[in-house]
Structure formats: C-alpha cells, structure tokens
C-alpha cells in the first residue's frame, strides 16, 4: 500500500523510512473520505476543497494535500521545494501537505507508485463503449488474474490518478478506462499508467463541440496507441471496422491485433444475432478456430464488446473457457437499463448520455423487441460541427424503426423533422418542450404490448419521465 513516505519521496526526493502511515485511500470530496485517507483540497470555479479540510479530518482523513495558505490550527508540512526541511517529530495526524498544485501534485505521486508497481495496464479509450469495455474486460482478466478497474467514471486527470493509488503489490492486472476531451489529454493519463494494452473503440462526434473535429479526436484517442511500448510488451487493440482506428496502425510501435467484423481482422465475428433483452448470439473467429458464442450483453452492438474484451484475454494469454466464463458475466451492462411501466410496458432507460453512434444502437435494439415501438429521444449535446449531421442520421433511422416518435428539445427537433422527411407518418411525431407532457402522454397511452426507449444526453434529465412511469416494487 502506498505510504505518506512514498507520498513525500515522490514530490521532493526525500525517503523518510518511519512515515510508514498507510495512506488507505484518496478523495476530492470530503463526505468521501475513509479513515486514513488523503483529502485532495482541488480549488474549483465553483467550490474550493480548501473550505472542507477540516470536514474531511473529522471524518478520518489523516493527510489533505494543499496548495493555498491555511490558519495556523492546522499541522502543514511544506513540500514545495525540492529538499525540504522535515521535522518528524513536530508534527501529528492529521497534516497537511503543501505544495504548488494539487493536482499536478495528484498526478506525480500516481506516477511514482506505478513505477513501483510490477503489473499490467489495459488503457481503454474511443468515444463510444469505453465503460462498458472495461467492466467486461475486467471480468476476463479477474478469470485467472487479480484485477482493479476505474470505479464510475474515474477516468480523468484526477480520477484515473486515483485509481492507480488504490492499486498494491498484489495486483497483476489493471484496466483504466481514459477519457478525452482535447488533444494532449490521454498522452498525459498515458504518461501517469504506463499502459502496456491499449484498446480504441472507435472514433465518434461526441465532444467535438470542445476537440473540434472528428479528426482531433481520432488525433486525441491516438495518443493511447502511440504511448504503448513496442512490441513484443506493446499491444495494440485497434477496431478494424472503424477507419479511423485502422490507420493507428501506422502511428504505434506495439503490436498490432485488429478486432471486428471483416475477416481481414485476426478476431472477428459474424453470424450475429441479437436476441432482445437475453443477449447476442454470434460466430467468433480467430486463427483456424471458428467458436459460437452467446452473452449476456443486449442489442447487436455490443458484438463489439465481447470482441475488444475476448481480444484483451487472449493477448494476455487466457483460455478460451476462461474468455467465456468473463463473457458471460451479467452485470456488466452499465447504461441501458431495462425496467417495466406501471402498466406493464418495457422502458428502456439509457438516459446515461447520448451521441449518433450510441443513438442508433439503441435504436437497433428498440427494433429487436416485440410490441410496439416508441422513440423518446432528446438533444445530443457536444457534436459540435456535425450537430445537424448527427441528429438528421438518428431522425432517417428512427422513421424505419420506430412506431411512435417523442423529442425533446431543440436540436431534437432537428431528429423530428428529419424523420419527416424519410417517410414517417406527422401524427406519429410528437414534440415536446418540456418532460411534463411526455410523461403525461406515456402513463395515459401505454400497454404491456409496448416497449419503450427513453434516451438524449445527460442534461435533459430523461431520467425523471423513468422514475415517473416505473412500476414500484
């Protein structure tokens, strides 16, 4: 376990062998602290984490890092130069440790304590299917090896840095999912990991609004593979269907594995099969193995799941039973959740967040229930230039699948009227301003013989129209 010695070794150079506190765990929020923890005090636009410290002592912190002056009733060790001056004996927990930048701070111990560690990293990241990878990844790898993974969505500057201080001796394997906004970010959390996997999803529009282009953000996510030492410790999981991933190949000097559904890949599937809410059945290739499968996962999508977590056992030396058993797993479905109405209908709740890609999946596995249809679907947030591109796509599709059609919002009116213009019927399109009305509509006009998707990004508060209808145990 990662001890205040290391901390401090780590900022200043100076190895202080009777500081063998254990640090148990590290939080920016100080109602998340455990006893023993360190308390990250992160000065924010909004809240600064410095007004909470003794917040977090009282409820078991023994260490904050600091950046900002504080009262004299605070014990504060000075960190902010290298060879600093420690009293051990003039101090007693809690205390704080100051230094320049917290989360500069954050990041070089995390740095520090994984080059201490004797372990693989998998660093999975694209725009769409990163969480939902690493939980069945983990699921694999946990098969025959002690595995951590991101918990939530700790995959930032500050929560993959995180992760990796939760991590001891031993662990032999860690999957980090890492996000992305702009350019410059993934090689910074790769610099801080050190993966020896990296796994690229695929290359959408989500967070183009702040990347700029569907181009930086492939240059963004290519970080991941040009990080990655050369073969034979490097490996490289890159989507073949996806040519933006494709042409990575050429900026890694790890080994390459594509995945996908081209017999060009060296693990590719076909013969899909999405069978509702009781999975995907399908026929995994791999070399001269030909193996069918069926999961656990729901709607055809998530072919590429299986395929980006059966990849990551195999280059990290499982069995195929080993694979299977991790597949199989059914908890790892993180964001559509599948729930009944008051009046028996089926809701699909993916109000997690929305992008085009993610938009149409759901959609296709709207179209694989019985019943039906109905479409609730609200703006997609962050696109950027292909903002109208993007919500016209799910609009042409939603009028094919789709018996009934609700948006919300005023870039889903864009999805309205392009399912107009692809043939779906007016009066089978309702658009709303507000969630009030459509959760009116639902509780008034649906059956058991209905199923429902409700889904747009996070800032809608879709969630609410679930909660409203959900039959309560």
Known sequence: MLTLADAIESLV??????????????????????????????????VDGHNFISDAFQRGASFALIQNDMPDTFQVIDLRQTGAQIDIDAFTLPVCLRVDNTINALQQIARYWRRKL?????????????????????????????????????????????????????????????????????????????????????????????????????????????????????????????????KMEEKTQA???????????????DEIEGLGLEGIRFRLHFRNEV???????????????????????????????????????????????????????????????????????????????DGRKIAVLGDMLELGQYERQGHEMVGARASQLTDILITIGPRAHIIAQAAKKSGMNKSNIREEEELEPITRWLQENLTARDAVLIKGSRGLHLDKIVSALEKQA
């Open 13 to 46: 150079n100076i190895r202080l062998e009777v500081l063998t506190q254990v640090i148990t765990d590290t939080a920016v929020d100080s109602r998340q602290v455990i006893p023993g923890g360190m308390f990250i005090a992160v000065p924010g636009d909004n």
């Open 118 to 246: 004797d372990l693989r990293v998998i660093g999975i990241t694209g725009s769409v299917g990163k969480s939902t990878t690493k939980e069945l990844a983990a699921e694999v790898l946990s098969q025959r090896y002690r595995t951590m993974k991101n918990p939530g969505n700790l995959n930032n500057e500050i929560g993959l840095p995180m992760t990796i201080l939760r991590l001891s001796h031993g662990y032999e394997r860690a999957v980090l999912e890492m996000g992305f906004y702009v350019p410059g970010e993934i090689a910074l959390l790769c610099d801080i990991a050190q993966p020896q996997v990296g796994v690229i999803t695929n290359i959408g529009t989500v967070h183009a609004e702040r990347a700029g282009s569907q181009e930086a953000i492939a240059i963004g996510k290519s970080e991941l593979a040009q990080s990655l030492p050369a073969d034979p410790e490097g490996i490289a999981i890159l989507n073949f269907d996806d040519p933006w991933v494709r």
């Open 255 to 269: 080994k390459v594995f594509f995945y996908g559904l081209s017999p060009d890949a060296d693990l590719w599937a």
């Open 291 to 369: 193996l069918h499968v069926r999961v656990p996962l729901i709607g055809r999508h998530s072919v590429h799941t299986a395929l980006r977590a059966a990849a990551i056992g195999l280059v990290e030396g499982l069995t195929w039973q080993e694979i299977f058993d991790g597949l199989k797993q059914g908890h790892t479905q993180l964001r559509l959740v599948a729930v009944r109405s008051q009046t028996g209908a089926l809701l699909l709740d993916d109000t997690y967040n929305a992008s085009p890609e993610s938009m149409l999946a759901a959609l296709n596995l709207l179209s694989e229930l």
